[in-house]
């Protein structure tokens, strides 16, 4: 009985742990590694994610001074929501010294009012794959947390 009261507070715990990082979705598409983490912070009005961008061979990535890495990103990104879709608020390069990737931070103004459901993020990915990149976000998206 001991021990089966220690097992659920210990599964209790690492749930509440998962959910305060909030979701990860991992993509590969023409050499590249795309991950994509929402960070929940229910005090502000934003919807926070950290897309991270790297090569699957680990080379450092070229040219990624460039100013196209850096600036007008907020034209690559929505969040699309049933018949909504939200430009973002800012996105910013986050220096985090990884010289094989890119990462980002995307805050969105959080809306009064939406679906639980067919809520998706898109990233029109012109500098890295050439291609739109979805990212359907799951149900318990929207819970506070």
Not at 11 to 24: E, M
Not at 31 to 48: N, T
Request: net charge positive.
């Amino acid at each position: 009985m001991r021990y089966k009261v220690i097992i659920a507070v210990v599964l209790l715990i690492s749930c509440a742990c998962r959910k305060q990082q909030g979701f990860v979705q991992e993509k590969n598409s023409n050499g590249f590694a795309l991950r994509l983490q929402y960070m929940p912070d229910k005090d502000s009005g934003l919807l926070c994610f950290r897309l991270n961008i790297h090569n699957n061979d680990g080379m450092p990535m070229k040219n990624s001074d460039h100013f196209k890495f850096n600036y007008g990103l907020d034209s690559l990104f929505a969040f699309v929501n049933v018949a909504d879709t939200l430009q973002p608020v800012d996105v910013i390069r986050v220096a985090n010294g990884n010289i094989s990737g890119i990462e980002y931070l995307l805050l969105f103004n959080r809306p009064h009012a939406f679906s639980q459901v067919n809520c998706q993020l898109i990233f029109k990915d012109w500098l890295f794959t050439n291609q739109v990149m979805t990212f359907p976000l799951i149900d318990s998206f929207n819970q506070p947390i």
